[in-house]
């Protein structure tokens, strides 16, 4: 099953997006700092 609208969904998304732009970057910065986290936690672990 294939959406028919979806460029306008796509647009309603990035329009949603648009106007949450502190939320958007507040999840990057926490996916970041994870990602980080469990790249360099094997490292540390002597």
Do not use: D, W, Y
Request: charged share 10%; proline share 2%; aromatic share 6%.
């Amino acid at each position: 099953m294939h959406a028919e609208n979806t460029g306008k969904t796509l647009c309603r998304v990035l329009t949603f997006f648009a106007n949450e732009k502190t939320l958007v970057v507040m999840l990057l910065v926490i996916v970041s700092f994870g990602t980080v986290c469990a790249v360099l936690a094997p490292s540390l672990q002597t």
